[in-house]
């Protein structure tokens, strides 16, 4: 190691400590895998630890170690060539019929699976992670009429599956 990367490990590992976890749920939500989520946030914090030096004096190094996760998880899906379909988790719940949400759950997974990369990714960042398109566009390095275009054809695509009936789309 440089004495430079030796000099920020401090400052690294703090950070790191405070926003892992919150990495980890936002990868989660982006491959729809728990090891995939663990991929992506392993190796952006590697990445993002080789450059902490120029990382931490950005202005918001979280957006950026976020786009750094939506990066890995895009390199890694082309390195495999394939779509994964989670299986949902069945978690606790204080509904009536816990069948019904992992069903639910699942479907969503499901339909959420099926689109590109780069749509799920902006679907995510816009929905679960509450941001504004020009947030968005910084984190996936694009301009913010694709973000648009991204969410919007997302938001197409599952329409077109909610208004398929059921039979047809268990076919596929």
């Given at each position: 190691?440089?004495?430079?990367?030796?000099?920020?490990?401090?400052?690294?590992?703090?950070?790191?400590?405070?926003?892992?976890?919150?990495?980890?749920?936002?990868?989660?939500?982006?491959?729809g895998?728990?090891?995939?989520?663990?991929?992506?946030?392993?190796?952006?914090?590697?990445?993002?630890?080789?450059?902490?030096?120029?990382?931490?004096?950005?202005?918001?190094?979280?957006?950026?170690?976020?786009?750094?996760?939506?990066?890995?998880?895009?390199?890694?899906?082309?390195?495999?060539?394939?779509?994964?379909?989670?299986?949902?988790?069945?978690?606790?719940?204080?509904?009536?019929?816990?069948?019904?949400?992992?069903?639910?759950?699942?479907?969503?997974?499901?339909?959420?699976?099926?689109?590109?990369?780069?749509?799920?990714?902006?679907?995510?960042?816009?929905y679960?992670?509450?941001?504004e398109?020009?947030?968005?566009?910084?984190?996936?390095?694009?301009?913010?009429?694709?973000?648009?275009s991204?969410?919007?054809?997302?938001?197409?695509?599952?329409?077109r599956?909610?208004?398929?009936?059921?039979?047809?789309?268990?076919?596929?």
């Amino acid at each position: 190691m440089t004495d430079r990367a030796t000099a920020a490990e401090p400052a690294f590992d703090a950070w790191v400590e405070a926003r892992v976890a919150a990495l980890l749920r936002f990868a989660y939500l982006v491959t729809g895998s728990q090891e995939a989520a663990e991929d992506a946030v392993q190796s952006a914090l590697v990445s993002a630890c080789e450059k902490w030096s120029w990382v931490g004096r950005r202005s918001d190094p979280d957006a950026y170690v976020r786009r750094m996760v939506v990066n890995a998880h895009i390199s890694a899906w082309r390195r495999t060539g394939r779509r994964e379909s989670p299986v949902g988790e069945v978690r606790e719940s204080g509904s009536a019929d816990p069948a019904l949400e992992v069903v639910q759950h699942d479907a969503v997974w499901r339909m959420c699976a099926a689109l590109a990369p780069q749509q799920r990714a902006a679907v995510v960042l816009r929905y679960y992670e509450d941001l504004e398109y020009r947030e968005i566009a910084e984190i996936l390095g694009v301009a913010e009429a694709t973000v648009r275009s991204h969410v919007h054809r997302a938001l197409a695509a599952l329409r077109r599956q909610l208004a398929r009936p059921e039979h047809e789309a268990e076919e596929e």
